[in-house]
């Protein structure tokens, strides 16, 4: 199960960090992928963080402004964007990858992910 939390409503060049937390199953085992959909788009792939977390993903919109970590000890994954924009407002989940390391490009595809956490707003307005 995994579980997104931290959205909001900030300032544009304001900044979050996200967290999504795991539980029931071998956190240490998965990669760990943010996503984020905006109304109506389809799901965007935003960033992903191999296990253990020595290589990182992102996508061109986000690169340089935000950075994915994850903290073991409390299986749980953190996105902290910074310079956030109007067009980053979306809901943001975080899902399971179906292995520790995407190879590829494979990390920004959904189908590449077999559990998703519930999805939480980031709103991005003055």
């Known amino acids: 199960q995994l579980q997104a939390s931290g959205g909001g409503l900030v300032q544009p060049g304001g900044s979050l960090r996200l967290a999504c937390a795991a539980s029931g199953f071998s956190f240490d085992n998965y990669a760990i992928g943010w996503f984020r959909q905006a109304p109506g788009k389809g799901r965007e792939g935003v960033s992903c963080?191999?296990?253990?977390?020595?290589?990182?993903f992102y996508s061109n919109s986000v690169k340089g402004r935000f950075t994915v970590s994850r903290e073991s000890a409390k299986d749980t994954v953190y996105l902290q964007m910074n310079s956030l924009r109007p067009e980053d407002t979306a809901v943001y989940y975080c899902a399971r990858f179906l292995g520790t390391y995407p190879i590829a490009g494979t990390w920004a595809n959904p189908f590449q992910y077999d559990s998703w956490g519930q999805g939480t707003l980031v709103t991005v307005s003055s």
């Open positions: 963080i191999s296990s253990p977390g020595g290589r990182t």
